[in-house]
C-alpha cells in the first residue's frame, strides 16, 4: 500500500533550504495604474547570528527574548528594472527574525518590509504542500506571499498586496528564483 501522508517540513529546514545566492526574475503588475514590471536580482539570503546587535534591537521592539526565535537571517539583494530608464542597479537588505508559535505557525520580524520600507512583523504558516505562506499587515496596505520550492534549487515567489481599508487588489508579482549553482562548495 501506498504511504498518502506527507511529512511537512518546519521553518528551520524551510530557511535552511533557501540559503546561498539566487537569480530572481519577477513581474509585478500593478494593477491600479494597469502597468506591469520586470526586474531581475541577484538575492543572497544568509543565517546571521541570534546575538547579533540587530536582531537583539529587533526583538526588543516586540518585547520578545532570544528564547523565542528559531532563526534569524539576513537577505541583501541588487536589483534591475525596466520601469528605471536609466537601468541602474539597486540594493538594499534586511533582516529576518523567525519566531513560532507551533510547529507550522508563527510569526516574522523584519527589519524593512516587503511592501511598506518600514519594521514589521507577518504570521507565517507552512502549509501542507510545504510552501511558507506569509502575511503582513502594513499601515496602508497587506501583502500576502507563498515562496514555494519547485526543486532543490529553484523557488517561486507569488505575492499579492491589497489595499488595507477595502480589501482591493493593487498588486500582483510572480518571482521565479534560480540558485547559483557555480558558488556552492563540494
Known sequence: ?????KKLITIKQFINKSLGEWKS??????????????STSKIIINN?????????????????NTSALIKAISISWQATSDWDENQKQKEDKTILVFSPKNINTGIVLRSKGYTESLISSSEYLIDENNNLNLKTIYNSTIAEERISFLSSHI?????????????GVIQTSHTSEIRNLSILKD
Not at 25 to 38: M, V
Not at 48 to 64: C, G, Q
Open 155 to 167: 523557488r517561486s515567489r507569488f505575492s499579492v498586496i491589497r489595499d488595507q481599508n477595502n480589501k
Open 48 to 64: 546571521i547570528e541570534t546575538e547579533n546587535s540587530k536582531v537583539i534591537k529587533l526583538l526588543k521592539r516586540y518585547n520578545l
Open 25 to 38: 526574475i519577477r513581474s509585478t503588475h500593478s494593477l491600479a495604474f494597469q502597468e506591469f514590471e520586470n
Open 1 to 5: 500500500m501506498i504511504n498518502l501522508t
